[in-house]
C-alpha cells in the first residue's frame, strides 16, 4: 500500500501562484510513477500532469502546459505541482497519483493509488 497526503491548496487570485505537494509514504516511492489530477465540479477527473519513477520523464496536458511543472524529491518522498499563472478554469479538487509503471501515463485507470484531494479555487 501506499498512502497519499496532498497539502498546499487554497485560494488564490488568477494570476497567482500555488505550489501542491504530496507526501508518500507505504512502499518504496522510487519505485512509483507519480501523477496529479484534477476535478472540477460536475466535471469528469483530468489528467494535469505526470513524472516518472526517477523523474527524468515528464508530460503535461496541454491546457496548462508553459504554467504547471511537476517534480519529485525521491528522497524525501514527495512529489511537488507548481502551478503559475493561475486561471479561473484551474479551479478544482487536485488528487496525486502513484503508478507501478515506469514512465508516464495520463489514464487514471493506470494509477494504483489515490490521495484525497485538496482544493484549488481561483478568483476571478
Known amino acids: 500500500q501506499v498512502q497519499l497526503v496532498e497539502s498546499g491548496g487554497g485560494l488564490v487570485q488568477a494570476g497567482g501562484s500555488l505550489r501542491l505537494s504530496c507526501a508518500a509514504s507505504?512502499?518504496?516511492?522510487?519505485?512509483?510513477?507519480m501523477g496529479w489530477f484534477r476535478q472540477a465540479p460536475g466535471k469528469a477527473r483530468e489528467f494535469v500532469a505526470s513524472?516518472?519513477?526517477?523523474?527524468?520523464?515528464?508530460y503535461i496536458e496541454g491546457s496548462v502546459q508553459g504554467r504547471f511543472t511537476i517534480s519529485r524529491d525521491n528522497a524525501l518522498n514527495t512529489v511537488g505541482l507548481q502551478m503559475n499563472s493561475l486561471k479561473p478554469e484551474d479551479t478544482a479538487v487536485y488528487y496525486c497519483?502513484?503508478?507501478?509503471?515506469?514512465?508516464?501515463?495520463?489514464?487514471?485507470?493506470?494509477?494504483?493509488?489515490w490521495g484525497q484531494g485538496t482544493q484549488v479555487t481561483v478568483s476571478s
Open positions: 513524472i516518472s519513477r526517477t523523474g527524468d520523464t515528464t
Open positions: 497519483a502513484a503508478g507501478g509503471f515506469r514512465r508516464i501515463a495520463t489514464r487514471a485507470q493506470n494509477y494504483d493509488y
Open positions: 507505504g512502499r518504496t516511492f522510487s519505485n512509483y510513477a
